[in-house]
């Protein structure tokens, strides 16, 4: 019998609890990138924090490869990846949608 392998996303903020109950709360992962009925501020507020728990996830690299697998939208391994056309012009800024200094 062959031992079963280790979760690569074993200790990630994705899976804890306190993302457990966000989910709940707000009926979306805190890592998705559109959330329904979020103004465009607290979408980029949700999506620094987001990146910034990435940073110190000890999964960053299988998520990146993970989301490329599945080429998902959201926040994945530290990077903001949008999931419609009209995401993409609203993200004329930076990864996070706002706007660049002209």
Do not use: N
Not at 39 to 62: H, L, Y
Not at 71 to 87: L, M, T
């Amino acid at each position: 019998m062959t031992a079963p392998k280790p979760d690569p996303f074993a200790g990630a903020p994705c899976r804890s609890p306190e993302h457990t109950a966000w989910i709940r709360e707000h009926r979306a992962s805190q890592w998705d990138y559109y959330i329904d009925g979020e103004t465009k501020d607290q979408s980029i507020a949700r999506r620094r924090r987001s990146v910034g728990i990435c940073f110190s996830c000890p999964a960053r690299q299988a998520c990146r490869e993970k989301q490329e697998q599945l080429d998902a939208s959201g926040i994945w391994g530290g990077r903001v990846f949008p999931d419609k056309p009209e995401h993409l012009a609203e993200q004329s800024g930076d990864i996070y949608g706002e706007e660049r200094a002209a």
